[in-house]
Nanobody, 124 residues
Framework: QVQLVESGGGLVQAGGSLRLSCAAS????????MGWLRQAPGQEREFVAA????????NYANSVKGRFTISRDNAKNTVYLQMISLKAEDTAVYYC?????????????????WGRGTQVTVSS
């Protein structure tokens, strides 16, 4: 069992940066692939980025490639999402999610553990 708590969201101007953090509890964190997903108002939740258990494999949604970077520190039981060049369309609630598999996936159904989310608002 893994519990996830996101932090680092907030209000930022377009072109700005934010770093989201997701703190995980549970001994198995280091064996789980992790992901970030987001949900904008009135829209379905969508995949943003994912990372394998050892951090060597990552994948991103096309809309964030080159602007967002996912990383993890297994010693700290934390996964990060560094976001730069933020756009108004990045405004959403961002969720951290864990997968009971070592390998990253862009499929929401593959994720078993979810945080409550952190709000990111980008003003234009």
């Amino acid at each position: 069992q893994v519990q996830l708590v996101e932090s680092g969201g907030g209000l930022v101007q377009a072109g700005g940066s934010l770093r989201l953090s997701c703190a995980a509890s549970g001994r198995s964190f280091g064996t789980y692939a992790m992901g970030w997903l987001r949900q904008a108002p009135g829209q379905e939740r969508e995949f943003v980025a994912a990372i394998s258990w050892n951090g060597r494999s990552t994948n991103y949604a096309n809309s964030v490639k080159g602007r967002f970077t996912i990383s993890r520190d297994n010693a700290k039981n934390t996964v990060y999402l560094q976001m730069i060049s933020l756009k108004a369309e990045d405004t959403a609630v961002y969720y951290c999610a864990g997968r009971s598999s070592s390998w990253n996936s862009d499929a929401q159904r593959e994720y078993s553990y979810w945080g409550r989310g952190t709000q990111v608002t980008v003003s234009s």
